[in-house]
């Protein structure tokens, strides 16, 4: 979350969703033709009230009830509600529609955002600020268009009917109420917001926490920390809990001080309509018509108290929302930039620089090819640069210098999505959709056929287990795919790539997890994959790699060998000392395992 916060208003928020909601222009209208009349419903029911009261204030009584008058009066009060609902059903619609189309196109930006941004955010976090973004959305355009508005109108009908009814002082009366009430509603809610947007703050950071401890389940409870958890957790609560209590304090004070205003300004009001029954300048009925309007004008005071504070609220709530808008995407197709034309499928690296700060370079002047059907391995240290190639292959950045292309097309000049659609990668760290087999199978093309999912598994050689399972395809395979082995959520993987039928294939450390037997057995299924497609191997166990045809090695970001693995064990350089070092631990490995047999 940022330090600063990038504070916006009322009319800039609705400036922004104004073109969401001016698509239902139509329903807007009959919304608002529908408002004033149960804004004039509401006005005419003390009006009616004043005239009934008066028709029966006479000596002697009269013999029949008015009933045109009580007629009236239930109409115009069944209008009020009738009129309120029917502009609800209405509007409902615009504001569902508003509320989800926002939500949509944070989604989609979220995941238009670099692969930075996604490694620095936390999920949690920013699933509440949508969250309460999108309830937000809908709330700020129904009360400042459907409630302040609304009540503005209300307050100046009535101060034009007491104006034009009586003396001046009604008015002088109502429309002090009405500036102490507004200032003091605007002073407060502004003082208080602090308080608010430190409980929002510190709701979110609990939240954080909370989900981050739970999607690190397994490694709690390996470490047997789950007290240190709910220690991290009461923390945040802690702080959401004193933060609440401090919001709570300020809005008592709020409430207080608007109630207070209102029932001063009413009693004044009273007193000056009872002094005029008793002197005669007004009848009974202006004595209801006066109280009616007050009564009348009390409700939506109090409510617009209540909406400006919720208002305020829900900007801080939204905030965050258009500050996630707001985040700059880093990695942008070109205006108008063509689909990326596969042919043979050769990725060449020229001269490339990259660093993910520019105060530390990742790969130096790195210059290599993968001709069209070949196998081009990437071996080194950890640290050396090797994942990097396939972020940087993918475009999750742009490189710093030099140029990547595909069949001779700078990747960054064609659209991200032909560009990753032209490659398919089984990464080291396979995780999964909370979904089922099928789902996760099929993510690689979710348009292609069950049969055609059934025969990637095949190839995949993990059909026959799913078939053995009680659910077979349908099976969750639960958080991260945690349900699974390691060796099959790689062969999920496999299939999953296999379907979506990639012109260039990217290993990126795929067997390095599992155990010597399941890599082995996967290995040839790699291979097997691979044949005919350009593939970049990132490995780490130089076993895997030995039928490459061309292997590099890799050393803070530079090329310091290449060739085939009988060239560069025949060189006897930085890869044959790696081959002979891994070539001992696999040894020793193997006759631990050995004795470990005897003495069984």
Request: net charge neutral; proline share 3%; charged share 20%.
């Amino acid at each position: 979350m940022s330090e600063s916060r990038r504070h916006i208003d009322t009319w800039s928020v609705i400036t922004r969703l104004w073109p969401e909601v001016w698509r239902y222009r139509g329903r807007v209208g009959l919304a608002l033709v529908l408002l004033i009349a149960g804004k004039l419903a509401t006005i005419g029911v003390p009006i009616v009230l004043k005239h009934l009261v008066d028709a029966l204030d006479i000596t002697p009584r009269p013999l029949l009830v008015p009933l045109a008058l009580l007629l009236a009066y239930g109409a115009f009060r069944m209008g009020m509600s009738a009129f309120q609902e029917l502009r609800q059903v209405v509007f409902a619609r615009v504001l569902a529609r508003t509320s989800r189309n926002v939500t949509l196109r944070t989604f989609e930006h979220l995941h238009r955002l670099s692969l930075r941004f996604h490694l620095d955010r936390r999920t949690g976090g920013v699933a509440r600020d949508v969250e309460r973004g999108m309830t937000a959305t809908s709330d700020l355009l129904d009360w400042t268009i459907y409630t302040i508005l609304p009540t503005l109108l209300e307050v100046t009908l009535v101060c034009a009917i007491l104006i034009a009814r009586f003396d001046a002082s009604f008015a002088v009366i109502t429309l002090t109420t009405l500036v102490a009430y507004i200032a003091f509603t605007f002073s407060i809610t502004e003082w208080r917001m602090r308080y608010y947007r430190a409980a929002k703050a510190a709701d979110t950071e609990a939240n954080e926490t909370a989900v981050d401890s739970l999607l690190n389940y397994e490694t709690v409870k390996y470490f047997g920390n789950e007290a240190h958890e709910f220690s991290r957790y009461d923390r945040s609560l802690i702080n959401y809990e004193q933060a609440t209590v401090k919001s709570m304090k300020t809005l008592a004070v709020l409430n207080v001080g608007q109630v207070s205003i209102v029932a001063v300004g009413l009693t004044l009001l009273l007193w000056r309509s009872a002094q005029g029954v008793i002197a005669g300048s007004m009848t009974i009925g202006d004595f209801v018509l006066v109280n009616a309007f007050l009564l009348q004008l009390a409700a939506p005071l109090n409510y617009l108290g209540m909406v400006y504070r919720e208002v305020k609220q829900g900007l801080i709530n939204i905030e965050r929302l258009f500050e996630l808008l707001g985040e700059t995407r880093e990695v942008e197709d070109q205006p108008n930039a063509p689909p990326l034309a596969v042919s043979g499928g050769e990725i060449r690296f020229e001269q490339v620089g990259f660093g993910y700060q520019s105060e530390r370079t990742i790969l130096h002047d790195l210059s290599f090819s993968v001709p069209p059907g070949h196998t081009v391995a990437v071996v080194g240290t950890t640290g050396a640069g090797k994942s990097t190639l396939a972020r940087l292959l993918y475009r999750f950045y742009d490189v710093n210098a030099g140029r990547i292309t595909i069949d001779g097309q700078d990747i960054r000049s064609v659209t991200q999505q032909s560009l990753r659609a032209a490659i398919g990668i089984v990464p080291q760290d396979t995780v999964l959709f909370n979904d089922s087999i099928y789902y996760n199978i099929a993510y690689g093309r979710p348009q292609a056929s069950r049969e055609e999912v059934i025969a990637a598994a095949r190839a995949a050689h993990i059909h026959d287990f799913i078939s053995s399972l009680p659910q077979g395809y349908d099976t969750n395979v639960g958080e991260r795919g945690l349900k699974l082995s390691g060796g099959e959520k790689q062969r999920v993987a496999i299939a999953r790539t296999l379907l979506k039928q990639p012109a260039i294939l990217i290993f990126d450390e795929a067997t390095s997890a599992l155990d010597t037997r399941t890599e082995k057995i996967i290995q040839r299924e790699l291979t097997e994959i691979a044949s005919g497609r350009s593939t970049l191997v990132i490995a780490h166990r130089l076993s895997t790699i030995v039928s490459a045809d061309a292997i590099l090695v890799l050393e803070q970001g530079r090329i310091v060998e290449r060739g085939t693995h009988a060239q560069l064990l025949a060189a006897d350089g930085r890869y044959a000392k790696l081959w002979q070092m891994q070539q001992r631990a696999v040894g020793a490995d193997e006759a631990n395992s050995s004795d470990a047999a005897v003495e069984a």
